[in-house]
């Protein structure tokens, strides 16, 4: 459906405060993540896929019915607070600033995108995340004298000092992404449209 980065990190969010709040049976997973990524895609798209393309995407698991459903039991355990700041939101605006070409965006992304991944990454806010993803997209793609320069420092309000222990657990999910058991992050960034090296 070619949805928006921030629409991805919206729905995840959307599912870890779901799960805090409200026990879900191995059965009814599935249709707990279409429904964050229907809501998620109404607050993030211009076009956002339909009820009928939730209920084809799951081969029919789910039925209409079943999506809108489950969509007012996660808004009312929400209490309709939807939209929250993610790592996808402060990406663009930081890259700028960073000065970051197509390939250092790709691999800024790929390791935000990993980071989604690994429950302990939850615990960094956005900003963080992402201001380690960058650092750490400086320090491999090379040609930097400092991996965080005094004006990121400024913007992002985190001193590379601050960032380092982030930066390194990224470092290491990187390290282990080909012999990770969840690959469609990998895959994704592998397709020839995407692919670059650093996969």
């Not at 459906?1 to 879900?24: A, C, G, H, Q, W």
């Not at 279409?34 to 998620?40: D, E, L, S, T, W």
């Amino acid at each position: 459906y070619k949805l928006r980065s921030e629409t991805l990190f919206l729905t995840v969010n959307l599912i870890d405060r779901y799960l805090t709040r409200m026990p879900v049976m191995r059965k009814r997973l599935q249709l707990v993540g279409v429904v964050a990524m229907f809501i998620a895609a109404k607050f993030e798209e211009i076009h956002p896929p339909e009820v009928a393309d939730f209920v084809y995407i799951t081969d029919s698991a789910y039925t209409k019915e079943d999506i809108l459903t489950m969509e007012c039991q996660m808004l009312s355990t929400l209490d309709f607070q939807i939209v929250v700041p993610t790592a996808a939101h402060f990406m663009d605006r930081m890259q700028r600033l960073n000065g970051c070409d197509s390939v250092q965006r790709e691999i800024a992304q790929y390791l935000i995108e990993l980071a989604l991944l690994d429950l302990r990454m939850i615990r960094h806010t956005p900003s963080h995340l992402c201001s380690a993803a960058l650092m750490l997209s400086n320090e491999l793609y090379g040609g930097r004298t400092r991996a965080w320069p005094e004006l990121m420092v400024q913007h992002a309000r985190h001193t590379e000092v601050q960032l380092r222990p982030c930066s390194e657990e990224l470092r290491a999910l990187l390290d282990g992404a080909p012999g990770h058991w969840l690959q469609a992050v990998r895959k994704k960034f592998l397709l020839p449209q995407i692919g670059r090296a650093h996969v």
